[in-house]
């Protein structure tokens, strides 16, 4: 392999998790629960036929377990942590209810791209988790020689990826929905740089996204994903501007 040419991602969310769960100080150390496995082995049979040259995870024990699942009985490399693809580091938010947190977290990827924009208040700016994220993915590209690759990462790691694909940057991740488990299928063409040493991904095709295969046609998935991790419906508009701040502040 020369390292140009057409390369696939097979871009995956991790499985069901319970961040509510007994005895969890840190939502960072959540494992998956009996579903979230469950819905990582549906992925597992779905990608039983295709060959992966590498694999990588960010680290995070619901990622490492999701891609140890997906791969299992299979030669291969062992997956490895690319840190870059780590969740967008949140800020605190005092919310009254789980109904509230989820809404806040399912609205605040719509105003990524306003400038100065983070995930939640006091959290990691979305530009600078683009810069992040699309710099591990180049990375990935220039580091080693594979065609096929499984990465395995988190809800917002994956629009930002897919609003990188789509040309649209953080104007379009609100529309991404990444159900738990799901994956996403990108091809790239990678040609070489051609004034300095390297590669440039010339052009990024979507093949299919937010597929999961426990349920291909969603018919079991009224629910977007945060309100099925916070066990919530939440089905009215935007959340008021004071909701979830101390005296509106």
Request: hydrophobic share 45%; net charge negative.
């Amino acid at each position: 392999m020369t390292g140009t040419g057409r390369r696939r991602v097979y871009l995956m969310r991790h499985g069901h998790v319970d961040y509510f769960a007994p005895g969890i100080s840190d939502p960072r150390c959540v494992v998956l629960t009996e579903l979230g496995r469950a819905q990582a082995g549906a992925a597992r049979d779905a990608l039983a036929g295709v060959s992966f040259d590498i694999a990588v995870h960010s680290g995070l024990p619901r990622t490492i377990e999701t891609a140890e699942i997906v791969l299992a009985g299979r030669a291969g490399p062992a997956p490895r942590t690319v840190e870059g693809f780590e969740e967008l580091k949140s800020g605190w938010l005092l919310a009254e209810s789980r109904e509230e947190l989820a809404a806040r977290l399912a609205f605040c990827f719509d105003a990524a791209a306003a400038t100065g924009a983070r995930f939640l208040p006091d959290g990691e700016p979305f530009a600078a988790a683009e810069a992040r994220i699309t710099a591990a993915m180049q990375s990935l590209i220039e580091g080693a020689l594979w065609k096929t690759a499984l990465v395995v990462a988190h809800e917002g790691v994956n629009r930002i990826l897919l609003g990188w694909a789509t040309g649209g940057g953080l104007s379009t991740i609100g529309a991404f929905e990444q159900d738990l488990a799901c994956i996403n299928v990108i091809d790239l063409d990678v040609t070489a740089r051609e004034l300095t040493p390297g590669l440039r991904i010339e052009r990024a095709i979507l093949k299919s996204v937010n597929v999961t295969p426990y349920d291909f046609v969603k018919a079991g998935l009224p629910r977007t994903s945060l309100e099925h991790l916070f066990d919530v419906d939440f089905g009215r508009g935007r959340p008021p501007e004071g909701w979830g701040r101390p005296n509106g502040a």
